[in-house]
C-alpha cells in the first residue's frame, strides 16, 4: 500500500515568495494532519482535516499559512509571503476515523527553506 | 492541556547496552499513547501503542507500559543496536489529536 506522499520532498524559495506544499493522504484514511518541526519548537500540529473539513485551525502560526483539502485525496499548505523563519520540515499524516483511529500515518515530509 | 515531557537527549550507547527513554505524561481522561521512532531525513513512524492501564506495547525488541499510577510510558529495549539509532517520540492521543514531546535522539556506536 502506499503511504502518505508529499511533494516537493526539498523546497528552496526566497522571502517573499509563495510556497505550497502538497500532500495525498493514503486512500482511505478521513483525517489529515498538517506539522512542522524545527530544532527550536519541536513537532507543532498546524492545522487538521476530518472528511476535509478544517476541524482546528489553532496551530496556523499567521494568517501567512492557509491549507486546504478540496478531496480527500489532496490536501495543500501555502505560505505567502513566506519569511526565513518559516524554515522548517513539515510533515503531513493521515489516519483513519473508525477502527486503527489512535494511529497517524506521517509522509516523509517536505524541507523548506526561505533565504 | 494535555502534555508529554520526555527526558532530553542526546542518549549514547554502545550496541547491546540496555536502553531506557523516560516519558511522562499529563491529560485528562484515559488517553492512548504511543512511540514514534524517526530515523534521518524520514517521517515519524509509529512503533508501538498502548490504548489503556496496563497494556504492554512492544515492537521490534522495543517494549512500554501504560501505567497510570506514575502517569508514566518509558520505552525499554534490552539491547540496542546500531540500527536503533534515531529520534524517539513519546505522545498521547486525548480527545481529538495527537500531542507530542521533543523527542530523545538515541545514538548507538559500534
Known amino acids: 500500500d502506499a503511504g502518505v506522499i508529499q511533494s516537493p520532498r526539498h523546497e528552496v524559495t526566497e522571502m517573499g515568495q509563495e510556497v505550497t506544499l502538497r500532500c495525498k493522504p493514503i486512500?482511505?484514511?478521513?483525517?489529515l494532519f498538517w506539522y512542522r518541526q524545527t530544532m527550536m519548537r519541536g513537532l507543532e500540529l498546524l492545522i487538521y482535516f476530518n472528511n476535509n473539513v478544517p476541524i482546528d485551525d489553532s496551530g496556523m502560526p499567521e494568517d501567512r499559512f492557509s491549507a486546504k483539502m478540496p478531496n480527500a485525496s489532496f490536501s495543500t499548505l501555502k505560505i505567502q509571503p513566506s519569511e526565513p523563519r518559516d524554515s522548517a520540515v513539515y510533515f503531513c499524516?493521515?489516519?483513519?476515523?473508525?477502527?486503527?483511529?489512535?494511529?497517524?500515518?506521517f509522509g516523509p515530509g517536505t524541507r523548506l527553506t526561505v533565504l | 492541556g494535555d502534555s508529554v515531557t520526555q527526558m532530553e537527549g542526546p542518549v549514547t550507547l554502545s550496541e547491546e547496552a540496555f536502553l531506557t527513554i523516560n516519558c511522562t505524561y499529563t491529560?485528562?481522561?484515559?488517553?492512548?499513547l504511543f512511540w514514534y521512532v524517526q530515523y534521518p531525513g524520514e517521517g515519524l513512524q509509529l512503533l508501538l501503542k498502548a490504548t489503556k492501564a496496563d497494556d504492554k506495547g512492544s515492537n521490534k525488541g522495543f517494549e512500554a507500559t501504560y501505567r497510570k499510577e506514575t502517569t508514566s510510558f518509558h520505552l525499554e529495549k534490552g539491547s540496542v543496536q546500531v540500527s536503533d539509532s534515531a529520534v524517539y517520540f513519546c505522545a498521547l492521543k486525548g480527545y481529538s489529536t495527537l500531542t507530542f514531546g521533543k523527542g530523545t535522539m538515541l545514538l548507538v556506536s559500534p
Open positions: 486512500s482511505g484514511h478521513n483525517s
Open positions: 491529560a485528562t481522561g484515559y488517553p492512548s
Open positions: 499524516a493521515s489516519s483513519r476515523t473508525s477502527g486503527d483511529a489512535d494511529t497517524q500515518y
